[in-house]
C-alpha cells in the first residue's frame, strides 16, 4: 500500500501527541493518587466529600487517555484503514485543520481539568469545605471566562474531529484509480 507523505506526517504528529499524552495522563493519575492522601477522611471530609473532592481531578486521567491517546490513534487508524479499503485520499489540507484544530483544543481541555482539579484539591487542604462555593470561585468566579474557555477548548476539538469525520466519509465513497 502506498502512504501518501501528507498521510505519513499526519500519522507521526497523532503518534507523538499520543506518546507525549500517555506521559501526561499517567502523572495525572499518580498525581490524584498522591493528592488524595494530603486530606485524610475526618469529620470536616468525611467520606463522600473526600471523593467528591478528589473527583474532578481523578477525571484528568481519563479524559487525558481519551482525548490525548485513544482518539489521536483512532483518527491514524481510521485513515490507514481506509487507504487500506481502496478509498480516496484525504487531502493534506483537511489533515493540516485536523491537527491545527484538534491538538491545541485537547491540551486546552486537559489542562482546563486539571487547574479545575486542583483548584478543588487545594481549596479544600486549605479549609475550604463548601464545594458550591469552591466551584463558583474557579477562574476567579467569572462565568463568562469558564464558558470561554471551556467552549473554545471543545468547538476546537470538535471542529478538528469534524473536519476529519466528514473528509473521511466523503472519501470512503471514491475509490482509488
Known amino acids: ?12 504528529t497523532q ?40 473527583l474532578t481531578l481523578a477525571l484528568v486521567h481519563g479524559h487525558a487517555f481519551l482525548v490525548g491517546v485513544l482518539l489521536p490513534l ?14 480516496g485520499t484525504v487531502s493534506k489540507r483537511s489533515l493540516d485543520w485536523t491537527s491545527a484544530l484538534y491538538l491545541p483544543g485537547a491540551v486546552l481541555t486537559v489542562g482546563l481539568m486539571l487547574v479545575k482539579g486542583y483548584h478543588f484539591v487545594l481549596g479544600v ?3 475550604a469545605h463548601d464545594f458550591a462555593l469552591l466551584n463558583d470561585r474557579f477562574m476567579s468566579s467569572s462565568h463568562a471566562l469558564r464558558a470561554g474557555a471551556y467552549g473554545l477548548a471543545h468547538g476546537l476539538m470538535g471542529l478538528g474531529l469534524g473536519i476529519l469525520l466528514v473528509a473521511l466519509w466523503r472519501n470512503l465513497g471514491k475509490t482509488q484509480a
Open 1 to 12: 500500500m502506498n502512504i501518501p507523505g501528507h498521510y505519513q506526517r499526519f500519522y507521526r
Open 15 to 54: 503518534l507523538r501527541f499520543a506518546l507525549i499524552m500517555i506521559v501526561v495522563a499517567l502523572l495525572a493519575g499518580i498525581s490524584f493518587q498522591e493528592s488524595g492522601r494530603k486530606v485524610l477522611i475526618s469529620p470536616e471530609v468525611p467520606a463522600g466529600a473526600h471523593l467528591e473532592f478528589l
Open 74 to 87: 483512532a483518527f491514524a487508524w481510521m485513515l490507514h484503514l481506509s487507504l487500506a479499503l481502496g478509498a
Open 125 to 127: 487542604r486549605h479549609g
